[in-house]
Each structure stands twice: as C-alpha cells, then as structure tokens.
T-cell receptor, first 111, second 116 residues
Framework: GQQVMQIPQYQHVQEGEDFTTYCNSS?????IQWYKQRPGGHPVFLIQ?????EVKKQKRLTFQFGEAKKNSSLHITATQTTDVGTYFC???????????FGKGTKLSVIP | DTGVSQNPRHKITKRGQNVTFRCDPI?????LYWYRQTLGQGPEFLTY????????KSRLLSDRFSAERPKGSFSTLEIQRTEQGDSAMYLC??????????????FGPGTRLTVL
C-alpha cells in the first residue's frame, strides 16, 4: 500500500531560525496536503498542492511539490513560538479517497 | 460553531465492552472520514462516506468496527468487544466534495478512547 514518510521526526530550533520538513511518498500522488496539529489539538489544514513543481507561500511558510509528484517540503522562515506543533503531510493516491498521513515532524521552538 | 463536532470527547471503557462515537460534520459537507491516531503517529484512515454510502474502508479495519451515516449527515463509529489496542484518539473529518477545495478535510476535536 501507499506509504508516506516524513523527516525529521523531531526538530528543535532557536526562535528566529529556519525550519524544513520533508515528505516522500512511495507512489505518485494526485495531490498533497499539509496539516498542523498543536499539542492537545486536532489536525488543521494548511494548504493543498496539486501541480507538479508547484510552490505556494503563506507568509513565512513555503510549500513545494516535487516534479514527480512523489515528494514535498515545508519551509518556515524565522520561526516563532507560535509555530510549535506537529506538521503532517498527507497524500491521496490516484483514484482513492484514502488520505495517507506521514508520521509528522514535531517542531519545538526555543525562545 | 459550524465546525466538525464529535461526542463524547473522552470515553473510558473496560475491555470487552462496546462503544459508539458520534460525528457531526460541517453542514452540507457530503464527504465524511474516520481516522484513528495514536501517540507519535499521524492519523490513520479508517473509512470514508460519500453522503450515506460507505465507499472505502481500510484493510486495517477489523470486523469489530462498524460505521454508519444513515441520512448522509451525522455518522457513528461503533467498536464491539473493545481491546486495549483500540485505545487511541478517533478523529472525524469532513470535506465539501465540490470545487477547488473539494478535498480539504476539516477535522473535529476527536474522541479519546481508553480501554482498561
């Protein structure tokens, strides 16, 4: 079955440093989504990427979808304490409504 | 609040008992999903409804689990003869199924199940 892998599993950064998490799928994805889950909370949708090579920005967050539609990345510039949480990528396989999540990258920001 | 709601928020039960959870999706969302999440893991897909039809089920979903969405609105997830391994957060999500944001899933707060 489809597998989605994320690295790193944990990342500790000093406030103001940049942060990147990487996502790789075992199969080609029709689209990829990113979610953020705060401690004790539920996943909250951030963005969806559909096109090969697509890049989208949300303020300090930059999302990329690979040319082969099998990998993606999330980059946060100048992290803030409000960025703390676990970031998940998730993808739909072709012709499926099953959204497969990675294990997530847990971000800690040291003030 | 027009978001996804789930009840109860917490459930503690003894091994072997049956439990039922309820999910109320965002109004007019025709797609509804159930997930299970354990500590340190991402949400794991369980099942998917399009209106009242259950169109996909995970191969990991044992026959002790059953889900319904009788009128295409709220959904219930029942676990029969609970086992300690069923302890997890059960998340419900819904999406509109229409337009550019058709696949954007909005998650509820979850029901945390503890099986003693």
């Amino acid at each position: 079955g489809q597998q989605v892998m994320q690295i790193p599993q944990y990342q500790h950064v000093q406030e103001g440093e940049d942060f990147t998490t990487y996502c790789n799928s075992s199969t080609t994805l029709s689209n990829i989504q990113w979610y953020k889950q705060r401690p004790g909370g539920h996943p909250v949708f951030l963005i969806q990427l559909v096109k090969s090579g697509e890049v989208k920005k949300q303020k300090r967050l930059t999302f990329q979808f690979g040319e082969a539609k099998k990998n993606s990345s999330l980059h946060i510039t100048a992290t803030q304490t409000t960025d703390v949480g676990t970031y998940f990528c998730a993808g739909y396989g072709a012709g499926s409504y099953q959204l497969t999540f990675g294990k997530g990258t847990k971000l800690s920001v040291i003030p | 609040d027009t978001g996804v709601s789930q009840n109860p928020r917490h459930k503690i039960t003894k091994r072997g008992q049956n439990v039922t959870f309820r999910c109320d999706p965002i109004s007019e969302h025709n797609r509804l999903y159930w997930y299970r999440q354990t500590l340190g893991q991402g949400p794991e897909f369980l099942t998917y409804f399009q209106n009242e039809a259950q169109l996909e089920k995970s191969r990991l979903l044992s026959d002790r689990f059953s889900a319904e969405r009788p009128k295409g609105s709220f959904s219930t997830l029942e676990i029969q003869r609970t086992e300690q391994g069923d302890s997890a957060m059960y998340l419900c999500a819904s999406s509109s199924g229409q337009g550019a944001s058709a696949d954007t899933q909005y998650f509820g707060p979850g029901t945390r199940l503890t099986v003693l």
